[in-house]
């Protein structure tokens, strides 16, 4: 018989990988539409700054998605494992600022990798704050 914590344990790790996987999708699936639509160059090309900051848009909107949908699914203390997802995302993001240092693609765009780690734990905040509050979304 599997005890009441590993099912708990369980049910966090999918709300955590839920979310992950939602932002992952949704991320992907613009990036893939932007470029067959012909918006942005070809992978591995680099992209305009204006466009970087649409990407920036999009990847804060559904990380904020990825954070409301960890939360919703938590077991337990929804905040928590929302804020969880997020520093999973800023320590993802910090690895793509690493990674991507010192490629010809992100010359003259740091800002871009600096920014989506940044914007990881406020945009968990808000996703968690949403589904403790929903009322809030709604009177901003």
């Not at 599997?2 to 949704?26: K, T, Y």
């Not at 992978?43 to 409301?68: E, H, I, K």
Request: aromatic share 10%; proline share 6%; net charge positive.
């Amino acid at each position: 018989m599997v005890d009441r914590s590993s099912r708990r344990l369980g049910r966090s790790f999918l709300a955590l990988f839920a979310g992950f996987l939602v932002v992952l999708v949704l991320s992907l699936t613009a990036d893939i539409l932007l470029y067959r639509f012909g918006v942005s160059p070809a992978p591995g090309q680099r992209m305009p700054d204006r466009l970087l900051l649409v990407a920036l848009a999009y990847r804060t909107v559904f990380a904020v998605l990825g954070s409301y949908l960890t939360a919703r699914l938590a077991p337990y203390g929804p905040m928590l494992h929302a804020m969880t997802g997020g520093v999973i995302g800023f320590c993802i993001g910090m690895a793509g600022v690493l990674g991507t240092w010192n490629s010809p693609q992100a010359a003259g765009a740091h800002w871009y990798p600096i920014l989506v780690a940044v914007v990881a734990l406020p945009a968990a905040w808000i996703g968690g704050s949403l589904y403790r509050n929903p009322a809030a979304a709604t009177t901003a």
